[in-house]
């Protein structure tokens, strides 16, 4: 997950002096730059997480300190540095408070610390983790699309408890392959900063239409947690862009990883089509092996081997056979029951399901007549 907040605070509390003051849910923020600014005009030129260093100069005022704190929420950055002394000599109480509110780390560093240096150390820190992450990637995808090949598990054992227990959670948005790179990049960002107490134990990047987290060694609940937590904060802060999330099942080992990625494509699959924000593979019910199923000709052959007759009639007679079907399975046959739903006489119900049961070749009188239509109609719905 980059080099985080957690990590320059872990290399930077002896060497800079640097103490974190507001903004604690931000500990696991990831940073991709640090910007030495003395006004806001840059900031409008942000991508996200990136880190702010001042020493005040261009902020002499509590609401010249307020604007810049609301800027940097607004665009996502990772967190603000002050260096105090000279021309800040104490942070106001309302930046704290806000910086605490919008989990936005507020941290100082003494005057006397040399800026360039902390800098420049930061910035390499940043690159070399970049490369880190980029091979854990690469290994990750290995994992999912050869996990037969184990060349992945030494790569990651560095990393991750590659013995231990892994699980997806797929993030999928309208029109996510057709972004410009750079949009895309800036939201990939901006998911990672609502993606809060997450650091090493993870790994996010873009994959086959996907934003992927994959966590290891996170109990189940707690990726839940995440999840609702980066869905709250992302409708509130972009409430134009609408997400949808996978969680696929946890697993155990490495080369399971693909087995939960499946799980959380299908979900993710599911939760888009329906509209519905969160999903869980274990809460797709029959859809489970629906979604599943890889081979999408075998499923347009069954849906259409069990509803094509019906669906030809309705084309040429503009009946309502194929609805009147799916409304008999729904209500287990019930002649009454479909009369009050469809609004229709029951005597007119019996005569549209005496013909389509002979346009069918069926009584629909057992389970196992039934089932392909109630997996049909499944399929439709897909």
């Known amino acids: 997950m980059g080099f985080t907040i957690q990590d320059m605070m872990i290399t930077s509390e002896e060497r800079y002096r640097m103490r974190y003051l507001a903004g604690k849910d931000g500990w696991s ?23 702010v260093v001042t020493t005040g100069l261009g902020f002499p005022t509590e609401e010249a ?37 919008n989990h936005l780390p507020l941290l100082t560093v003494p005057w006397e610390v040399h800026l360039a240096d902390m800098m420049k150390d930061f910035s390499i820190r940043i690159f070399v983790q970049g490369s880190t992450d980029e091979q854990v990637v690469n290994a990750l995808i290995s994992a999912v699309e050869q996990p037969d090949n184990q060349e992945y598990r030494k790569k990651l054992l560095p990393y991750f408890d590659v013995d231990g227990t892994f699980q997806v959670m797929l993030i999928a948005s309208e029109g996510l392959d057709s972004m410009d790179t750079v949009d895309r990049r800036k939201l990939s960002y901006r998911l990672q ?45 972009m409430p134009g862009r609408p997400l949808y999330v996978g969680i696929g099942s946890p697993v155990t080992d490495i080369e399971n990883l693909s087995v939960s990625y499946r799980r959380a494509e299908a979900a993710a699959n599911m939760a888009m089509r329906t509209k519905t ?106």
């Open 29 to 51: 923020n990831s940073i991709s730059w640090v910007h030495l600014i003395e006004d806001t005009k840059i900031i409008q030129n942000f991508w996200g997480k990136e880190l």
């Open 65 to 101: 300190m307020m604007e810049l704190a609301r800027h940097l929420v607004q665009r996502h950055a990772a967190g603000l540095v002050v260096n105090t002394g000279n021309y800040i000599e104490e942070l106001p109480e309302s930046l704290l408070a806000y910086c605490e509110d």
């Open 193 to 237: 900063m609502y993606l809060e107490q997450i650091t090493h134990n993870g790994s996010f990047f873009y994959y086959n239409s996907f934003f992927v987290l994959v966590v290891n060694a996170i109990k189940p609940e707690l990726l839940i947690e995440l999840g609702e937590g980066m869905l709250k904060r992302a409708h509130k802060r």
């Open 277 to 382: 924000a969160f999903l869980k593979f274990e809460e797709m019910g029959m859809y489970r092996l629906l979604y599943s199923c890889t081979d999408t000709g075998l499923l347009a052959q069954m849906k259409q081997e069990a509803l094509s007759v019906l669906e030809e009639h309705d084309r040429r007679h503009n009946s309502n056979y194929v609805e009147t079907l799916r409304r008999y399975l729904e209500l287990d046959g019930s002649i009454q029951a479909m009369a009050q739903s469809m609004f229709t006489h029951r005597n007119t119900i019996i005569y549209r399901m005496n013909n389509i049961k002979k346009l069918l070749g069926t009584e629909l009188s057992t389970p196992e007549e039934r089932l392909p239509y109630q997996i049909a109609f499944y399929i439709r719905d897909m």
